[in-house]
């Protein structure tokens, strides 16, 4: 399925448990009409990954993931060679070694001819394809999800680059794979660290801020359809007044929908200072920040 045009896009996302901005709804259209990557990013916590994952549900792709982290390099992204299984088989074949030097005058001409022999194990069947390959090798369309690219090393972002211009990937001992079909390739950042001017220019960037009021009342309401409007309504106000607060960590919308939970698990009808204390430890994750949400409890519920 493709999208056919920006409202299409919020109707199929909004059917797969997403409620999207217009301004989301845009970039998507627009990612899969041109078929440039997009660059998401935004604090944690406000939907990124789960915006990848509802575009692979409405487009019924498979969705292929990749975790980033320091450290991270190509053979862990792209591909690795099975070395145990090829350990197996050199046991298993061991006996047709004479087969082969079978008539060799010198050793340096039977050494030849051992190597002559090495691509039988750098071969299609002892290749393990890691997301990246995964991706691009995949006989129909998927959702690429590169998360927290900005976790990965300067080394490993400019691999991307070329991975993004080409869709292609070179394999020493096999050649250049180009993709069978372009992925829609989603990519996001917590800010961790600046992503290059280089990696921006391939992708069309959307910032994913902490939801408006009546956004957020939307998506609490769709994930929690049982939820009591006037609860609703007074657990989005106090959580719109906690992110006014300067904290270290603001909550996010994953953090509304489990204080939400929590709420209607508790049996609670009507939010009061003393309901935030005793569950806010559901919101805000620093004893910093959890004094100063005290400091203000009067005006967070009123």
């Known amino acids: 399925m493709e999208y056919t045009s920006v409202t299409h896009v919020q109707a199929e996302l909004e059917k797969a448990g997403y409620i999207p901005s217009h301004q989301i709804a845009v970039v998507i259209y627009l990612a899969n009409a041109t078929g440039k990557p997009v660059l998401v990013e935004g604090p944690a916590g406000v939907g990124k990954t789960e915006l990848a994952k509802a575009v692979a549900v409405s487009l019924k792709r498979e969705l292929i993931r990749l975790q980033c982290y320091e450290g991270l390099d190509e053979a862990k992204a792209l591909y690795e060679w099975e070395y145990a299984k090829q350990l197996l088989y050199t046991q298993m074949v061991k006996e047709k070694i004479n087969d082969v030097i079978q008539g060799a005058e010198t050793l340096s001409e039977a050494v030849d001819r051992i190597a002559a022999q090495e691509d039988a194990f750098f071969s299609e069947r002892f290749i393990q394809p890691r997301p990246l390959l995964q991706a691009i090798s995949s006989e129909e369309p998927v959702v690429l999800l590169i998360d927290e690219v900005d976790k990965s090393d300067p080394e490993f972002e400019a691999f991307l680059l070329e991975l993004l211009s080409d869709f292609q990937v070179t394999i020493p001992e096999l050649g250049t794979r180009k993709a069978r079909n372009i992925p829609f390739v989603v990519l996001t950042s917590n800010n961790y660290r600046d992503m290059s001017d280089a990696l921006k220019r391939r992708c069309i960037h959307l910032y994913i801020d902490y939801p408006e009021k009546e956004l957020e009342q939307r998506i609490v309401r769709t994930r929690l359809p049982d939820i ?3 609860l609703l309504e007074q657990i989005v106000q106090a959580v719109c007044r906690i992110r006014e607060l300067d904290l270290r ?17 508790l049996g609670i009808e009507d939010l009061s200072p003393k309901v935030v204390a005793d569950t806010l430890n559901l919101l805000v994750k620093y004893r910093s920040d959890s004094e100063r949400v005290m400091e203000k409890l009067t005006t967070i519920v009123s």
């Open 249 to 265: 960590k603001r909550p996010c919308i994953s953090e509304t929908l489990d204080w939400a939970r929590s709420l209607i698990a």
């Open 228 to 230: 009591q409007e006037h």
